[in-house]
């Protein structure tokens, strides 16, 4: 007789973050609105009653997705920053609008925009969330021209809302199926001349 090893037993802390990967999956296919806590639970493999034991409602879930996805970014954007200080824009830039990745921001704000009205709990968490990442861009443009690769005279403030904003519309985009087309690829080729400092454009 054969015999299928059980596999091992998660930890506490392991079951959590299966639990926010499927959220994350879930809400990124779907929305806010439209997932539902046991779709969750089966794209965890668990029941309504053990995803419970981890996040007290779907909000919680949501919330919890939304400073993941931060997490990440912020990961590779820092990791970005220590390899290429000078050149970092671009590859942080590509990276924040990527079609692909696994959680991107900017999906997961644009939902909440429908509930924002509704529910403070998610627009104050929202409101914090993107004020903090419009720091952390303003820090990048900073370290850049710190680093002579931005143009000095840029407004690292304005330039990181504009930063905020080309995400945005690059999400729309991508909802759309495209509704840019090439221009898009224009626009982030005009970004990069704007923010080049003229050593580096030359």
Known sequence: MTVTPSRPRLT????????LDAACRVF?????????TAEIAR??????????RHFGSKRDLYLACLDEAWRGFRAF???????????????IADHYMAKRARLRLVDLWIQALTEASGDEEIAKAVRHQIR?????????????Q???????????????????AGGLLATIDHRLGGL??????????????WMQAPEIVQ
């Open 77 to 91: 954007a820092e990791e970005a920053m220590t390899d290429d200080p000078a050149g970092c824009l671009g590859r």
């Open 43 to 52: 794209e965890a493999g668990i029941s309504e009653p053990i995803l419970y």
């Open 132 to 144: 903090q990442v419009h720091a952390f861009f303003t820090e990048v443009v900073q370290h850049g």
């Open 180 to 193: 840019l087309g090439d221009d898009l690829d224009r626009v982030r080729a005009s970004r990069r001349a």
């Open 12 to 19: 506490g802390e392991e079951r959590r973050q299966a639990v």
């Open 146 to 164: 710190a680093a002579g690769a931005i143009h000095a005279d840029r407004d690292a403030v304005a330039e990181a809302w504009i930063f905020l």
């Open 28 to 36: 990124y296919s779907s929305s806010y609105r439209g997932a539902t």
